[in-house]
C-alpha cells in the first residue's frame, strides 16, 4: 500500500512544505511543492536575517500547508508520515519548522522523521530523474554550502570528500553581486549579466587549485576579493567598469573549480554519476561546464530541474520517503533542531 510523506523545510529564507507517495516498489512521485519566501525582506539588508526569516516562517507556515494539500488534492488525514529539516540551518527557523512538524505529528498520530537539509538536496533529484545509482557522487553548491559528497546510500550513508573552507560558491555570488552594483541575491543577476560578457576578460584565481591544496576543498572568499579590488582599482582610473565582462570572468572561476573538482573526484572514486544540486546548480554556466566536462569523462550527470535545486518542502518530503522505505527509526518527539547537523548523519 502507497504511503503519503509531508515534507517540512524552514533552514533559511523559504518556508517550503512537499507531498510526495511511497510507492510499494519504492518509486518516489512528487504530489505538491509549496514555497512562500521571505527574500524580498532579507534584500535591503543584502543578506538573511535570522530574526525576520524566522518571524516569516511563522507567518507562512499553515498557509503554505494548506496550499500544498490543495495542490495534491488531498487531506491532512491522509498523511501517513511527517518529515521535517532538523539542520543545519539557522536555529530560529530550524525551530519554528520542527515545532510545526511535532505539533501535525502529534494531531494527526503519525511518525515524525528529523532529517538532513543537505542530504535532502541529493535526494531530491529522484523526483526527477528516479533511483539513485549506488555509489554517485553529489555536487552539493548553495548559499551556504559547498560540498563533494559520496553517496553509498541516501538513507544511509553519504560521506563528505570536501567542504569550502570558506566562502560557500552562493556567498560569494551575493558579495560579487554587491561590488556590481546588482541586487540581491546575486545568483540570477550575476549569471544573467555574465550571459552578455566574455568570460575569458578577466583570469581571476582559481582558489585551492594548487599543488599543495586539499583536491576536494574549496575556497571562494580569495576571488571574491580579487573581484573587489580589479572593480576598485578599474574605479580609481575612471574607466567604466564592464560590468557583463566581470560577471563572466567570476562566474567561470567559480564553475572551473566545481566542475573540474567534481570530475577528479568521480574519477578517484570510480563512481560513473555525478548529481549537482542546491541553488547554485540551477546557474546556467555551470550546467553547461559540467555537461562538457562529464561528457569527456564518461560521466552521467543528473541536475534536478531549477525549481528543485532551491530550498522547498519537496526535498524534505522526498528523503523522508526514502528513510521510511529503508525503515530507519522514528525521532523521538522531543528531538531538537540542530544548526550545525553533519551531513552524514542523514536522519535522527
Known sequence: MSRVIMGIESSCDETGVGLVRLHDDGAVELLADEVASSVEQHARFGGVVPEVASRAHLEAMVPTVERAFATAGLKLSDVDAIAVTAGPGLAGALLVGVSAAK????????????????????AVDT???????????????SGGHTQLLRVDDIALSITELGSTVDDAAGEAYD??????????????????????????????????????????????????????????????????????????SFQEAVADVLTAKAIRAARE????????????????RLSELA??????????????RPRLCTDNGAMIAALGAHVVAAGRPVAPLDFSANPGLPVGVVSL
Open 103 to 122: 505539533a501535525y505529528a502529534t494531531a494527526l498520530d503519525v511518525p515524525l522523521y528529523g532529517v538532513n537539509h543537505l542530504a535532502g538536496h541529493i
Open 127 to 141: 523526483l526527477q530523474h528516479g533511483p539513485l545509482p549506488s555509489p554517485v557522487l553529489a555536487l552539493l553548491v
Open 175 to 248: 558579495k560579487v553581486a554587491r561590488v556590481l552594483a546588482l541586487p540581491y541575491p546575486g545568483g540570477p543577476p550575476i549569471d544573467k549579466a555574465a550571459k552578455q560578457g566574455n568570460r575569458k576578460a578577466i583570469a581571476f584565481p582559481r582558489g585551492m587549485t594548487g599543488p599543495r591544496d586539499a583536491k576536494f576543498d574549496f575556497s571562494f572568499s580569495g576571488l571574491k576579493t580579487a573581484v573587489a579590488r580589479w572593480v576598485e582599482n578599474a574605479e580609481r582610473t575612471g574607466a567604466e567598469v564592464p560590468v557583463n565582462d566581470v560577471a563572466a
Open 269 to 284: 572514486q570510480g563512481v560513473g554519476t555525478l548529481v549537482i544540486s542546491g541553488g547554485v546548480a540551477a546557474n546556467s
Open 291 to 304: 555537461a562538457e566536462r562529464c561528457a569527456e569523462a564518461g560521466i552521467e550527470l543528473r541536475v534536478p
